[in-house]
C-alpha cells in the first residue's frame, strides 16, 4: 500500500474501529467525512422516498392481478413483456427495447392426482407434476413405492428401482439459519431424481416438496433428464412436505404400499419471447453499464409476487428512485426484466451473449430473486478489491438493517456477466419465509407486505447509488 493512503487513512474519522479503516483504506483512497455526510442524506432521501412514493407494491398489483402466473412460453408471460415494456416507459427511461429470445414452452395440463390405499382407507395427495416431466400414461402409474433420502442413495439401490415408483424424502436442514443453503442441500433430489433412477427401470418419480414448513401445498420446479435416452424418460412430480411425513411413515409399517398418480403435461416445441430491457444512460461513462434486474416469469400455481415479481418491480424502482431524487448516473444503468430463468436461463444467456456480441462493458450488476421480505444485506461475487470496497459501506448502510455485505453469489440471471472485472451483487432479504411461497401455490400477492417491499427497493437504490459513484473511480480497480 502506497504511503500516501496510509496517510489519508488519518482522516477517513467515521469508521468506529480500526479494522474498518482499513478495509476502508484498501478499497478507497479518497474517502471523506464529507463523501460520507453527503452519501448518508442522499441514501436517508432514497429511503423516504421509496416508503412516501413507492409505486412497486402496486406495480406489483397489477402484475400479479391482472396477469398472474408468467410460464414461459404461456400466454401469461407474453402480456408481462407487454406490461414490462410499457410500464418502463411510463417510469421514463432513456430507451427501452425489447430483446428477442426461444424458450422452453411446458404446460400442466389438467389437476394431477394421486392417492394410495393405507389400513382400508384411501389417502388422496396433493401433488403437482415438475415443470420439463413428461407424462403419465393416460390411466395414470400404480406401483411398488421406494424411499430415498437423496441422490447418492439413489443411485445405490440399482435394480431395486426397477418397475417401482421412487420416493426422494430428503427434508431440508432446519437447523440451518439461511434457508438457501438448507434449499440448496436437497434440490438435487428434485431436478436429477428422475434422471438417477429412469436409467435402473423406474416407472416414475415423487419428491418432498422443497419447503423447510410442513404444509398441505406441493412446489412444483424445473426438472431435467440429462443424457439418458428419452425412453428411460419417467414422469416427476413433487408431493407436500405434510403428506411426504405421512407417506414415509406409511410405507414403514406397510413395507409393499402401492402408490398411485396421474399427471397430464406436455413439452412443446419451443416459443418466441423477449427479455424487457430499459436503461438510463450514464452522464460521464455512459458506455459502463450497470444492470439491475429480475426475473419476469414465474411458475404456474401461484401468481410468481415473491419469484420474482417483487425483483422485478424493485429493480425499476431503483431507476424510478434514482429520478425521483434528481440523481444522474455518471455510469449508465440498464435495468432488465429477464425471461426464463425459472426453466431454462435462455433470457440470461442471450443478454450475456448479446453484451459479448456488441462490445458493450459491464462493471456491475444486481439482481433481486430472493423474495420481497425485510432487507439483511448483499452477497458480493467481485474481486478482492471490489468486494472490499463494498464491505467499507456497512457503516452508511446498517442503519437500514443491512448488516450483511458478505462474499457469496450474485444470482443466476447476472451469473452469465460473471467477470473479474464485474461486480456481481445478490440482494438478500430475510429468507425464513420465502419457501412457504416458492414456486407453490401460495405465492400470491397478498403474502408481501408494502413496506418490507418498500424497504427493498430502496436497499438497492442504496448501493447502486454507492456503486454508481464509487465502483470505478479506483485508479486499482479500473479494467
Not at 396477469?67 to 400466454?75: A, D, F, M, N, V
Not at 403474502?447 to 470505478?472: T, W
Request: with cysteine; proline share 4%; glycine share 10%.
Amino acid at each position: 500500500m502506497k504511503k500516501s493512503t496510509l496517510l489519508l487513512a488519518a482522516s477517513i474519522t467515521f469508521f468506529a474501529c480500526k479494522t474498518e479503516q482499513k478495509q476502508t483504506t484498501k478499497a478507497s483512497n479518497n474517502y471523506t467525512e464529507a463523501n460520507y455526510k453527503q452519501d448518508s442524506t442522499q441514501i436517508k432521501q432514497l429511503f423516504n422516498s421509496a416508503l412516501t412514493q413507492g409505486k412497486s407494491y402496486e406495480w406489483l398489483r397489477d402484475l400479479t392481478q391482472n396477469i398472474g402466473s408468467r410460464l414461459s412460453g404461456s400466454e401469461g408471460a407474453a402480456k408481462s413483456v407487454i406490461w414490462g415494456e410499457q410500464l418502463m416507459k411510463e417510469v421514463g427511461l432513456d430507451s427501452v427495447w425489447l430483446q428477442p429470445i426461444m424458450v422452453p414452452h411446458w404446460i400442466r395440463g389438467e389437476k394431477e392426482v394421486a392417492n394410495y390405499e393405507f389400513n382400508g382407507e384411501k389417502i388422496n395427495v396433493p401433488i403437482c407434476a415438475l415443470g420439463g416431466s413428461i407424462a403419465t400414461p393416460s390411466s395414470g402409474i400404480t406401483a411398488e413405492i421406494i424411499e430415498v433420502k437423496n441422490i447418492e442413495e439413489a443411485k445405490k439401490i440399482g435394480d431395486k428401482a426397477n418397475g417401482k415408483i421412487v420416493f426422494f424424502n430428503g427434508a431440508f436442514d432446519n437447523t440451518l439459519i439461511n434457508t438457501f443453503r438448507a434449499y440448496g442441500g436437497c434440490v438435487a433430489q428434485r431436478f436429477a431424481g428422475a434422471s438417477t433412477v429412469g436409467k435402473f427401470g423406474a416407472k416414475g418419480v415423487i419428491v418432498r416438496s422443497m419447503t423447510n414448513g410442513i404444509d398441505d401445498y406441493p412446489h412444483t420446479g424445473s426438472m431435467g433428464y440429462g443424457d439418458i435416452p428419452k425412453e428411460e424418460y419417467i414422469p416427476a412430480a413433487a408431493i407436500s412436505s405434510r403428506a411426504a411425513e405421512n407417506l414415509s411413515k406409511h410405507i414403514k409399517e406397510k413395507p409393499n404400499l402401492q402408490f398411485y398418480f396421474k399427471q397430464s403435461c406436455k413439452n412443446l416445441p419451443d416459443a418466441p419471447s423477449h427479455n424487457v430491457v430499459g436503461e438510463i444512460k450514464g452522464s460521464e461513462n455512459p458506455d459502463k453499464i450497470m444492470v439491475i434486474g429480475g426475473h419476469l416469469d414465474s411458475w404456474d400455481l401461484g401468481d410468481g409476487a415473491h419469484d420474482d415479481g417483487t425483483g422485478i418491480v424493485q429493480s425499476l424502482e431503483v431507476a424510478y428512485l434514482l429520478k425521483k431524487n434528481n440523481i444522474q448516473p455518471k455510469n449508465t444503468i440498464r435495468i432488465v426484466f429477464f425471461m426464463n430463468e425459472e426453466n431454462g436461463l435462455r433470457g440470461a444467456t442471450e443478454y450475456a451473449r448479446l453484451a459479448k456480441v456488441n462490445g458493450e462493458l459491464h462493471i456491475g450488476a444486481l439482481e433481486s430473486d430472493a423474495g420481497g421480505h425485510t432487507p439483511r444485506g448483499f452477497t458480493i461475487d467481485a474481486n478482492e478489491k471490489n468486494l472490499q470496497l463494498l464491505q467499507g459501506w456497512k457503516k452508511l448502510l446498517a442503519p437500514y438493517g443491512l448488516h450483511d455485505i458478505i462474499a457469496g453469489g450474485g444470482g443466476a440471471d447476472i451469473g452469465p456477466l460473471k467477470d473479474d472485472h464485474v461486480t456481481l451483487v445478490g440482494y438478500r432479504p430475510d429468507s425464513q419465509r420465502y419457501f412457504d411461497y416458492h414456486h407453490a401455490a401460495t405465492d400470491t400477492f397478498d403474502k408481501v407486505n408494502k413496506r418490507e417491499l418498500e424497504l427493498g427497493s430502496a436497499s438497492m437504490a442504496s448501493i447502486v447509488y454507492l456503486m454508481d459513484k464509487y465502483l470505478y473511480n479506483q485508479e486499482n480497480i479500473k479494467p
